[in-house]
């Protein structure tokens, strides 16, 4: 099982996710974020890091805000999680590998609702819905995704917490899991924004490898 372990803003910290395990580091490059990487560390400092994926998270930003982070930081991957049209993610595809985050309410269209970027992403994201924009700490229901042809790779997000690995084992084994990519942990492994408990961290990571 791959993990992403996201909002991360300490250099220490996101050095020490490869050697527990965890495929992907999440930086948040959204200014009103109580978990903006850049308030934290420089981008020649996200640069430096090695050994672990880094995937960048925006909100809304400018296609060439996005690149030249891509460029500054020698990101791998790029998260979209605000308004952004297929239109605006077909030109960042071009450049990079792109998922797509849609944060799900109750009774939600999922297919209707990605239909329209299965063509111009490379992944989904599936995240809680809730006041503004970026994660909730909040569970929705992963019922909803059973019985669904997701079609393209997903990372599974939206309050996942230390208790959760019994639920998680039990969702791998329907077949809505089988274009599960990988989790997305982040605020309720925190001691405060941004700032993850590390043991917390590994103890989940341990559990699911």
């Known amino acids: 099982m791959r993990i992403k372990v996201c909002g991360m803003t300490e250099t220490a910290q996101i050095d020490a996710l490869n050697e527990m395990g965890a495929t992907f580091t ?3 490059f959204y200014p009103k974020s109580p978990r903006y990487v850049l ?9 430096a890091v090695k050994n672990i994926n880094k ?10 805000e996005v690149k030249h982070m891509v460029d500054e930081c020698r990101l791998h991957m790029v998260q979209l999680h605000g308004d952004e049209t297929p239109k605006y993610c077909e030109k960042i595809a071009d450049y990079i590998s792109v998922v797509k985050a849609f944060r799900l309410s109750p ?3 999922i297919e209707w609702k990605i239909k329209d970027y299965m ?8 995240d809680t819905e809730g006041a503004g924009y970026g994660g909730t700490g909040k569970k929705f229901d992963w019922g909803t995704l059973k019985g669904l042809s997701i079609g393209k790779p997903y ?8 208790d959760d690995v019994e639920t998680i084992k039990e969702f791998m084994g329907d077949p809505a899991a089988k274009a599960l990519f990988a989790l997305d942990i982040n605020s309720k492994f925190e001691q405060s924004p941004g700032v993850k408990d590390m043991p ?10």
């Open 107 to 109: 009774g939600d269209n």
């Open 26 to 28: 999440g930086m948040i």
């Open 200 to 209: 917390m961290v590994k103890r989940f990571i341990d559990a699911l490898l």
């Open 39 to 47: 308030r934290h560390i420089t981008t020649a400092q996200i640069k």
């Open 119 to 126: 063509d111009v992403c490379d992944m989904f994201l599936f």
């Open 155 to 162: 990372f599974l997000s939206g309050g996942i917490g230390p």
């Open 55 to 64: 995937v960048g998270v925006f909100v809304n930003a400018s296609v060439d």
